[in-house]
């Protein structure tokens, strides 16, 4: 056999080649965190992010500082709000890919108690207010129409509580959150409906989402044919939209709504939504029964229930004998 085929056959028959050097070394670090000791792998990680790097490898780092931050508990929770601020600062960077990863280690370090407060309300001890992560993420996700992106920055979103001071930046995507809620990428879908609800139960927010702009096909989120993922995050929003719109706070102001809102497409006289809910009282998932369950409740009683006899006329299709 020549040497020249030899060689060739070799390069076939090679093994896979190591991941870069910020992987491979991770199940190492692993094993050292067992012993309590630190491998130093996610602070050599963090370092590297600091140098000029290309997109590409920037990503491979960011998503290697995500798993150490969820495998190296002991690494990761000796970090600094420094080393935060600095995974932050990737939002910045014109590539999408990014971004994302910058998003779901931004995340990662949400789960760690004293780097919740840093990524939801940036960096308290500058003189002058600083822009915050949340509000940095929430520009993100209502100017870039990416449904990757939206899932990472929904998702490190919902793993917190916003701060009052970010609802005027809600309110400006309302529409954006509202539209990525009736797309059709169901992973995002759900996290912009989860998000949402929570915040549905905010008294200063409660109007602005239920004037918000919705497609004339909105109650197509409510069909049996629907994921069940879907459906029954959908029906936890209406269920939260009902009681906050029967409250005694709410019920106080007499509210003016848009034609194309969301109330209007849950709650207006011409709303189809009764017909929807009873056919997803015998749904297949027991969870999506129960919840339209709910919001048929929620619909039929006002939320002061508990201080009258009974539960006064309501302009639910339900009371017609439906």
Request: charged content about 20%; proline content about 6%.
């Amino acid at each position: 056999m020549s040497a020249t085929l030899l060689l060739c056959l070799t390069h076939l028959h090679r093994p896979p080649q190591p991941e870069p050097v910020w992987g491979g070394c991770l199940g190492l670090a692993i094993e050292r965190e067992r012993h309590g000791r630190h491998s130093g792998e996610l602070r050599r990680l963090l370092n590297s992010l600091e140098c000029k790097q290309d997109a590409y490898t920037k990503s491979m780092i960011l998503h290697s500082i995500t798993r150490c931050v969820y495998l190296l508990e002991s690494e990761a929770s000796a970090c600094t709000n420094d080393d935060v601020t600095l995974v932050g600062s990737m939002l910045d960077d014109k590539d999408n890919s990014v971004k994302i990863q910058a998003l779901n280690t931004l995340k990662a370090f949400s789960g760690i108690r004293k780097f919740r407060l840093k990524i939801q309300a940036g960096n308290p001890s500058l003189p002058a207010p600083p822009q915050e992560h949340a509000i940095k993420v929430l520009e993100l996700i209502s100017t870039i129409w990416d449904s990757e992106l939206h899932i990472a920055g929904l998702r490190l979103l919902n793993n917190f509580p916003l701060p009052d001071f970010v609802h005027p930046q809600l309110r400006r995507v309302m529409p954006a959150l509202m539209e990525i809620l009736q797309s059709d990428y169901i992973l995002a879908q759900v996290q912009a409906i989860r998000l949402l609800s929570n915040l549905a139960q905010k008294n200063d927010l409660l109007y602005d989402i239920l004037n918000c702009h919705v497609h004339s096909n909105f109650l197509n989120l409510f069909q049996s044919t629907q994921p069940g993922s879907l459906l029954f995050e959908v029906l936890v929003f209406a269920e939260r939209l009902s009681e906050g719109r029967s409250s005694p706070h709410y019920r106080a102001v007499k509210w003016h709504y848009n034609e194309q809102s969301l109330h209007e497409a849950l709650f207006g006289d011409d709303s189809r939504l009764a017909d929807r809910l009873l056919a997803l009282v015998i749904h297949p998932e027991e969870d999506v029964q129960i919840q339209a369950c709910k919001v048929i409740v929620s619909l039929q009683c006002p939320q002061d229930v508990g201080i009258r006899p009974s539960c006064p006329p309501s302009h639910s299709c339900f009371n017609n004998g439906e």
